[in-house]
């Protein structure tokens, strides 16, 4: 169910509400049609760099969302959002609970940049039904079915984080190599000598060190989503960030990050560890490689607390709730689906058919 809003950002001509128009990228009168371009700093056509250093976070500036916020707290899923204070929010844009209930203002960092809705609320129910039709296991009378979607247009937080790294290494490299062997075997009762080729391996240690920049480590802001489905959203274009406006939010809801950035900063961490992980394993080379030991400095963090546009949308089928979202900005579509217990029987006597088949032309071979 959409909330209307009161008037924060009145038509010109007809002094209606206006809300941001994701097809036109401009505001647009819910009354009248009129539209009006964003006011966006001279130098938006380059990509947002509005990068903050970790010793910013309790900067009060950073507080200012434009308008004043309010939190708005589901009692049924424990979702929070943010709407101006005048806003009465009458459902829960996650669950549609008309549980919700205010909470006080907002306190939270305000996001530097966000990427608008690109992707109409008609053109995510179009994907949807088109991407749900490419699917393999789901029942037939889903994939003829209209579903009908209940959607909703949310920015979600997110931080990005951006650190120099430096890491020292030692390990053990194993190098394979082959020699023929001469072996005895008994094959109808008599024995007979054959050649083998066996592979042994010769281990050396070996160190050195990595430097590293990563720009961009996204990393969700919310716990509130199934991660399957929110780290399947991987293709947003953060070159086409904009600078934050209050004027993106109007007509949408913009969740509040329940992620700290602390919390934030540790899981870009982990990531960051694995990926130097991967990378130092590769420029080692070698066959095998054992007793790896990492040491890794970070310095210059800094992060972004941006917001990405998802249109969160839950429909039912034989009385079971699914949830998917579509990304705003690209309209790739992540979700569940029901399952069709007979296809996936199906398709697993057939895989076992056919594996019998080779093993049983192996053997006869």
């Not at 274009?237 to 509040?256: H, I, N, Q, T």
Request: charged letters at 25%; aromatic letters at 14%; a negative charge.
């Amino acid at each position: 169910m959409t909330v209307e809003a009161p008037i924060r950002f009145p038509c010109s001509g007809c002094g209606a509400q206006m809300v941001f128009d994701a097809e036109s990228q401009q505001m647009k009168c819910t009354y009248c049609g009129q539209l009006a371009p964003i006011d966006l700093p001279e130098e938006y056509e380059e990509p947002v760099e509005y990068e903050l250093d970790f010793s910013d976070e309790n900067d009060e500036d950073l507080r200012d969302w434009g308008t004043e916020q309010q939190i708005i707290k589901c009692e049924s899923c424990g979702a929070e959002t943010l709407i101006p204070v005048q806003q009465t929010a009458l459902t829960c844009a996650f669950c549609g609970s008309p549980k919700v209930l205010p909470q006080g203002s907002d306190d939270s960092i305000r996001p530097e940049s966000i990427i608008p809705f690109h992707i109409t609320k008609e053109k995510a129910n179009e994907l949807f039904l088109k991407w749900k039709k490419k699917k393999w296991f789901v029942p037939n009378a889903f994939k003829r079915q209209h579903t009908y979607s209940n959607v909703t247009g949310i920015y979600v937080p997110f931080w990005t984080f951006d650190a120099q790294t430096h890491s020292d290494y030692e390990a053990e490299v194993g190098t394979h190599h082959y020699r023929t062997e001469t072996r005895t075997r008994t094959v109808d009762g008599k024995t007979e000598t054959y050649e083998e080729q066996v592979r042994y391996t010769v281990w050396h240690s070996t160190s050195g060190s990595y430097s590293q920049f990563f720009n961009d480590v996204l990393i969700p802001a919310s716990s509130r989503h199934d991660d399957r489905i929110i780290e399947r959203f991987d293709d947003f274009s953060l070159e086409d960030l904009l600078p934050y406006k209050p004027e993106f939010l109007s007509g949408f809801v913009a969740e509040r990050y329940n992620v700290s950035l602390r919390d934030g900063w540790s899981e870009a961490r982990y990531r960051i560890d694995q990926e130097l992980e991967s990378r130092i394993k590769s420029k080692i080379g070698g066959d095998e490689i054992r007793n790896l030991e990492i040491d890794t400095g970070y310095y210059d963090q800094t992060y972004k607390h941006i917001l990405l546009p998802l249109w969160n949308a839950t429909y039912t089928f034989k009385n079971k709730t699914y949830h998917y979202m579509v990304n705003g900005e690209t309209g790739s579509v992540s979700g569940k689906v029901p399952r069709s217990g007979w296809k996936i029987t199906f398709f697993i006597l057939f895989c076992a058919a056919i594996a019998a088949g080779i093993i049983w032309y192996f053997n006869q071979s």
